[in-house]
């Protein structure tokens, strides 16, 4: 089951990925301004949404909540290269950004592995909308650990919770295909 994951999770990162260079291509790296902050909150704002298409059952916007999940997964990838020490402050040419999100794309994916070989994919039982919930918990985790100027006593950091975010959407992803 594991080789079926690691094939589908590839699925839902080429799509994101393919996202990520088309509005690159129109936006240039417009986002690499926001901090992390903004970036987390961008975030909320999605995970918001498809809560609340979840629970209302209907939804204003002609736009499914699969475009919101990889967004999301999109917004976590920014964030990683956002606070990446090698790419602070550096202007990134469009070769050199897609080297970057496929770096982060593949530390999270051996993350993924890593975890899914200790818990046997207890993922694929699982409710979509706990996704949901988990990534709307770790937002807020996420403002507690800015308030907290980065610093954690116990807990993992900013980067860690962005992986697992990564990883709960492209779950999630995987479910509703």
Same mark, same amino acid.
């Given at each position: #089951?594991?080789?079926?994951t690691?094939?589908? &999770? ?15 291509? %129109?936006?240039?790296q417009s986002?690499?301004? #926001? +901090? !992390?902050?903004?970036i ?8 918001t +949404?498809i ?25 976590c990838? @920014?964030?990683?290269?956002?606070? %990446?020490?090698q ?5 990134l ?13 593949? !530390? ?17 039982? @699982?409710l979509?909308s706990t996704?949901?919930? #988990?990534?709307? @918990?770790?937002?807020? +985790?996420m ?19 962005l @992986?697992?975010m990564i990883? &709960?959407?492209?779950?999630?992803? !995987?479910?509703?295909?």
């Amino acid at each position: #089951m594991i080789n079926q994951t690691s094939i589908e &999770y590839d699925e839902v990162i080429a799509a994101c990925r393919f996202i990520f260079e088309k509005k690159n291509n %129109d936006y240039g790296q417009s986002w690499r301004i #926001m +901090r !992390i902050s903004s970036i987390v909150d961008q975030i909320l704002i999605k995970a918001t +949404r498809i809560k609340t298409i979840e629970e209302n059952g209907t939804q204003a916007i002609d736009e499914d909540v699969r475009s919101e999940w990889k967004g999301i997964i999109n917004y976590c990838i @920014m964030g990683l290269i956002q606070l %990446d020490p090698q790419c602070l402050n550096q202007n990134l040419t469009q070769k050199r950004l897609l080297e970057e999100y496929d770096k982060h794309v593949a !530390i999270t994916k051996n993350l993924m592995l890593q975890k899914n070989q200790d818990y046997g994919e207890i993922w694929r039982n @699982m409710l979509v909308s706990t996704f949901t919930d #988990m990534l709307l @918990m770790r937002v807020h +985790r996420m403002h507690q650990i800015i308030a907290n100027e980065g610093k954690t006593e116990l807990s993992e950091g900013i980067e860690s919770n962005l @992986m697992d975010m990564i990883n &709960y959407s492209i779950f999630a992803l !995987i479910k509703l295909t």
